[in-house]
């Protein structure tokens, strides 16, 4: 089986240095430098299960340009797998969530066709892995990989991006799943601290919260009159733009066209210009709760001028979420359920993933034009969206679950919601910011000196160059 390899750009992490500052910058370059004497004549391999949709690869992405410009063979490599396997996969990423997932078995059958899958995978990776690289191995789908990693004389970390704050049943099922893999790992990562296993070893545990890249198409600065055209353009927005719309600069730097258009289900035409915008954008997954989340528009808020729109990538693009075209089935059911007159302001979009450049920069174009952002998750790993919104200065309201609480200070930086299934409670916190422009505004400006602060991509950096160089001093201690 052949590995998919992300070719990635490389970045010089000194671009950073006009939105972090010198010293910020100047500490960066210090670790960059670090890095590269650690680090020469070795390869650091990051290995995931998807290339696009989801915040592991928008990460993977920003993060590994910049570990390559900053001198370090870094390579991003994909996974292959069939259905059964991210059916398989997609259960245990439900159960690390406290979730119930789909109900179904994790048995011995199971087990056998993920290590199945795995073993044709690592036949491949093994070959590329010589003694003293480093793998990163990240989420359930890439587990199984890390026995037949063990005897290469790798350092080989398992990066977790997805966890409950308490552990349940479901909790204790995902785990006993993957612990026999996860025995041959030198290190944990998680996203919190609370996301670890009991079982998990504190000398192996490390803590690194997710980042943004501020000079992504996704979060890259965007004019006021360029993302309403780009909404008009790809239908999400009141009236017609004939021709596409160059909108955003690429990685290597070159101008980038929105060319495709989203599809929209709605009745009527989209939501015009000037009407407060509520959004939402997420993988069409239960734990982000878009049905939830116009459930809650629809009886709670009941100004004619505000619409709420709920994004999700087009439910073909994401590879390892089996679950997005039943989700998505269940909000259109959902939708089609409400009064002609609330269902005419709430807008289900699915985006085109097929260049991942331009699906960012129209997420882009919707964040910056939305009025709030909501992520009114059930459980949730970090919740990128939360920081690109702060970033983007934007009012948020999210649920008090997961990596999100790790972001905003409610009523400093956003408005959290303790129980995010409170309908109610959900709706009073968007109406509160839809009808106090002036506190939304003040949340807004503290949000981004925060995400400014905390989610920048250099932060990150200097934790994983940390991990490295612990973990390497480990290993040669024990050899």
Not at 101 to 120: I, K, N, T
Not at 124 to 153: F, K, M, S
Not at 393 to 419: F, M, N, R, T, Y
Request: hydrophobic share 45%; with cysteine.
């Amino acid at each position: 089986m052949k590995l998919q390899e992300v070719r990635i750009q490389a970045l010089t992490p000194e671009r950073l240095r006009p939105i972090i500052g010198s010293e910020r910058a100047e500490r960066l370059e210090a670790t960059a430098q670090a890095a590269r004497e650690l680090l020469a004549g070795r390869v650091v391999r990051n290995v995931n299960s998807t290339a696009a949709g989801g915040g592991v690869a928008e990460m993977l992405r920003a993060l590994l340009a910049y570990v390559r410009g900053a001198g370090v063979d870094a390579q991003w490599l994909v996974i292959q797998a069939d259905a059964d396997f991210f059916a398989i996969t997609k259960r245990i990423h439900n159960n690390l969530y406290a979730g119930p997932g789909d109900g179904g078995p994790l048995g011995r059958d199971e087990r056998r066709h993920y290590e199945a899958v795995l073993r044709d995978n690592a036949s491949a990776l093994v070959a590329l892995v010589r003694p003293r690289d480093i793998v990163v191995l990240h989420d359930p789908q890439t587990a199984g990989l890390a026995p037949h990693l063990a005897h290469r004389g790798a350092i080989v970390l398992w990066r977790c991006h997805v966890g409950a704050d308490v552990a349940n049943e479901h909790v204790e099922r995902g785990w006993a799943f993957l612990r026999p893999y996860l025995d041959h790992v030198d290190g944990y990562v998680f996203t919190r601290a609370a996301f670890a296993p009991r079982w998990a070893e504190p000398s192996r545990l490390f803590v690194i919260p997710p980042s943004i890249d501020p000079f992504s198409a996704k979060n890259q600065m965007m004019e006021p009159s360029i993302a309403e055209a780009v909404l008009r353009y790809v239908g999400l927005l009141e009236g017609s733009v004939p021709e596409p719309v160059v909108a955003f600069t690429r990685e290597d730097g070159s101008p980038g066209r929105v060319e495709r258009h989203a599809d929209v289900l709605q009745t009527g035409p989209p939501p015009p210009a000037d009407a407060p915008l509520v959004v939402q954008v997420s993988r069409w997954d239960r734990m982000k709760d878009m049905d939830g989340v116009m459930t809650a528009f629809a009886e709670h808020i009941n100004s004619d001028a505000a619409h709420l729109l709920l994004v999700g990538p087009v439910v073909s693009g994401v590879a390892d979420d089996p679950e997005g075209a039943a989700i998505f089935d269940e909000c259109i059911r959902t939708w089609r359920r409400l009064p002609h007159a609330v269902r005419s302001r709430i807008h289900l979009a699915c985006l085109p993933m097929r260049d991942p450049e331009e699906h960012a920069a129209i997420v882009n174009a919707i964040q910056r034009h939305a009025a709030v952002v909501t992520q009114k998750s059930i459980a949730e790993g970090f919740g990128l969206t939360v920081a690109e919104a702060m970033w983007k200065e934007k009012p948020v309201v999210a649920s008090a679950v997961g990596g999100i609480v790790d972001q905003i200070v409610s009523g400093e930086h956003g408005l959290l919601i303790d129980d995010p299934r409170d309908l109610g409670a959900f709706a009073q916190a968007v109406r509160r910011l839809l009808d106090e422009p002036e506190y939304a505004a003040q949340l807004s400006r503290n949000a981004r000196r925060r995400a400014a602060d905390a989610f920048i991509g250099d932060r990150h950096l200097e934790r994983y160059a940390q991990l490295f160089a612990h973990f390497d001093a480990a290993s040669t201690e024990t050899r």
